[in-house]
Nanobody
């Protein structure tokens, strides 16, 4: 399995921006569809954004569409999540995850490698 390490979380005021990065090691990131998930206290984990192996297709949850951008650099084995116009409801632990399967690229159950998470806190 690939190993994933997130960075870039922190505390920001509402309306601000953060850029999360996920660095992969162990296997080429190009083998995986990649996703960013988040989980707030007392809530279920949700898929925020995902990107195809090749980068040719992306997905965004309705709650972040137009504000977040997912990107990847397979040569550098990294995936990024640019978060703009942050809101207090974006406060959560954010996780990078990898999906090796050819089908079901948005299904959480297919993401079998996870980072340790990075905390994002948005103050009002």
């Amino acid at each position: 399995q690939v190993q994933l390490v997130e960075s870039g979380g922190g505390l920001v005021q509402a309306g601000g921006s953060l850029r999360l990065s996920c660095a992969a090691s162990g296997l080429p990131l190009s083998m995986y569809h990649m996703g960013w998930f988040r989980q707030a206290p007392g809530k279920e984990r949700e898929l925020v954004a995902a990107i195809y192996r090749s980068g040719s297709n992306t997905y965004y949850a309705d709650s972040v569409k137009g504000r977040f951008t997912i990107s990847r650099d397979n040569a550098k084995n990294t995936v990024n999540l640019q978060m703009n116009s942050l809101k207090p409801e974006d406060t959560a632990a954010y996780y990078c995850a990898a999906n090796p399967y050819d089908i079901g690229w948005l299904r959480e159950v297919n993401y079998n490698s996870w980072g340790q998470g990075t905390q994002v806190t948005v103050s009002s």
